[in-house]
């Protein structure tokens, strides 16, 4: 099974907002609200930063927020923050119980 | 919470591994808990998950057959029995904790800190 898609980078001034798409199948994305996102630093373990498509982990910053339509997954990231270069991934649960992870994208703060 | 791994290094290829994951902090025996790995400068893969009691066990597609997950709830640890290693399956790997339901919920709240694991001749 192929990864979910994402962009492989996404760039933004600090205080501007970002989009990160995520694309998968009827199968997965398209068929569940059970999509995540993890952010993760160089060197460090991912971190859940969005789970169930909306919900936010207690202590994660409201700043992170996602939505979902069809097959596609997005993470919006407002008021971009230095510190939120990182490297974000999504994924979904599958139709065959299995988890997909999306390839990743970079986010780069200008 | 804490998850700790342990049983990483190097083998040669054709080599078995068997990975180690100490949960605290929980009751290790509610959760489903998962094995991602991530190879070097690659994204993140999802390798196996199983349920609260062992019955219920699914793997990546690409690994089926060579990976073994399993777990011992009475000393709260999670393991990766990994045989017929490749050069290819070089990766950090993490042990995940995932739902508390009957169900995986295909997300992972807390993770180690990771172990690499070099297949190499």
């Known amino acids: 099974q192929s990864a979910l898609t994402q962009p492989a980078s996404v760039s933004g001034s600090p205080g501007q907002s970002i989009t990160i798409s995520c694309t998968g199948t009827?199968?997965?994305?398209?068929?569940?609200?059970?999509v995540s996102w993890y952010q993760q630093h160089p060197g460090k373990a991912p971190k859940l930063i969005l789970y169930n498509v909306f919900d936010r982990p207690s202590g994660v910053s409201r700043r992170f927020s996602a939505s979902k339509s069809g097959n596609t997954a997005s993470l919006i990231i407002s008021g971009l923050q230095a510190e939120d270069e990182a490297d974000y991934y999504c994924?979904?649960?599958?139709?065959?119980?299995?988890?997909?992870f999306g390839g990743g994208t970079k986010v780069t703060v200008l | 919470v804490q998850l700790v791994e342990s049983g990483g290094g190097l083998v040669q290829p054709g080599g078995s591994l068997k990975l180690s994951c100490v949960a605290s902090?929980?009751?290790?025996?509610?959760?489903?808990m998962t094995w991602v790995r991530q190879a070097p400068g690659k994204g993140l893969e999802w390798v196996a998950n199983?349920?609260?009691?062992?019955?219920?066990?699914h793997y990546a597609d690409s690994l089926r057959g060579r990976f073994t997950i399993s777990r011992d709830n009475a000393d709260n640890s999670l393991y990766l029995q990994m045989n017929s290693l490749r050069p290819e399956d070089t990766a950090i790997f993490y042990c995940?904790?995932?739902?508390?339901?009957?169900?995986?919920?295909?997300?992972?709240?807390?993770w180690g800190q990771g172990i690499l694991v070099s297949v190499s001749s």
């Open positions: 995940g904790r995932d739902a508390p339901y009957s169900a995986s919920s295909g997300f992972f709240d807390h």
């Open positions: 902090g929980f009751s290790f025996s509610n959760y489903w």
């Open positions: 994924a979904s649960y599958t139709s065959r119980s299995t988890v997909i």
């Open positions: 199983i349920n609260q009691d062992g019955s219920e066990r």
């Open positions: 009827n199968s997965d994305v398209g068929g569940y609200n059970f």
